[in-house]
């Protein structure tokens, strides 16, 4: 028993070990990544349902770099937020979107809105609204072509000061977005007083559908709940016509998900955009 107890105890020193070092060595990665701006932006379509009309962009972050395997967002955004260099990739991320944004707009190409995802840490530390506000300045992109998404979990987390929050961006000419709607339990009565104009189904909700009788009742409910309040609804992950069908159906305003396209780099973005209508 005894040999037996040392064993399991050298192998769980052992994974700890490992895990601290593997972890270490992404914290490394990521903060020579930041110094070197070496993330990029890559752009997933956002479509409306009844004419299939691009509407929007949202940007998604990456790093691909030369010789290392690259990895996604669900792998460092969490060590980031730990680290509190979250504040770092967001200032960029809103800096490159805009830049983006405003160099399509003088090549004459329309993208609708370009939306971007804040964390919620990015809530708590006070400048965010500040950097926003600098970002546009500096770039030149008409505030209502920029959306921000907020994960419905992170706005419920931060209570009172996610609304005062959002009414200082929403102050800027930004639109706003609940994201993974329906995993944050929030309340009609705080919806109501968010200044959002978009809630976005969260993909565990579109994944099953039209079959699953639950789901699909669920999402009623939320595109129903959409336009009692005036606000535009968008599904997440839709990677089949079929569900694509079903939301049109019930009046779901919009969708994204690889049944349209995966997230790709902006060169390739650059090709879903329309001309820009004359002003
Ligand atoms: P999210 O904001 O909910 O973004 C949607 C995620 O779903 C993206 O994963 C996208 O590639 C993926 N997706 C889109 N359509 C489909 C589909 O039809 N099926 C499936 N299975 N997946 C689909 P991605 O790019 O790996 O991003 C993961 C998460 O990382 C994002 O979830 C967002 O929370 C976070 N993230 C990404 N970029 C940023 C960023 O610039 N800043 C911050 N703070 N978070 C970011
Ligand atoms: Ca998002
Ligand atoms: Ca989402
Ligand atoms: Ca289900």
Redesign the pocket.
């Known amino acids: 028993a005894k040999r037996a107890g040392r064993g399991v105890y050298r192998f769980y020193t052992e994974s700890l070990t490992t895990a601290a070092q593997s972890r270490l060595a992404l914290d490394t990665r990521l903060r020579r990544a930041l110094e070197n701006k070496e993330f990029v932006l890559w752009y997933q379509p956002l479509y409306r349902l009844a004419d299939r009309c691009l509407i929007g962009l949202e940007a998604l972050v990456r790093l691909n770099q030369p010789g290392l395997p690259p990895i996604g967002p669900a792998e460092f955004i969490p060590l980031l937020e730990e680290t509190g260099q979250i504040t770092t990739l967001g200032a960029w991320v809103t800096q490159e979107a805009c830049r983006q944004g405003r160099a399509w707009l003088d090549e004459g190409l329309d993208f609708g809105r370009i939306a971007i995802n804040l964390s919620p840490q990015e809530i708590r530390r006070g400048q965010t609204d500040e950097r926003v506000r600098e970002a546009l300045e500096r770039s030149g992109l008409p505030a209502e072509r920029l959306e921000l998404e907020l994960t419905e979990s992170g706005l419920m987390e931060q209570g009172e000061r996610a609304e005062a929050f959002l009414h200082r961006l929403r102050a800027l000419g930004v639109r706003l977005a609940i994201d993974d709607f329906g995993t944050g339990y929030s309340s009609l009565a705080y919806l109501k007083r968010f200044p959002v104009s978009k809630l976005k189904i969260d993909r565990?909700?579109v994944?099953?559908l039209p079959a699953?009788a639950?789901?699909a009742q669920l999402v009623q409910t939320m595109v129903s709940m959409g336009r009692n309040l005036g606000i535009s609804v968008l599904a997440e992950g839709v990677e089949t016509e079929a569900q694509f069908d079903y939301l049109r159906s019930l009046g779901c305003d919009a969708a994204q998900g690889y049944f349209f396209s995966p997230p790709r780099p902006a060169d390739e973005a650059r090709h879903w955009l329309r001309p820009l209508a004359a002003a």
């Open positions: 565990s909700f994944r099953d699953d639950n789901d």
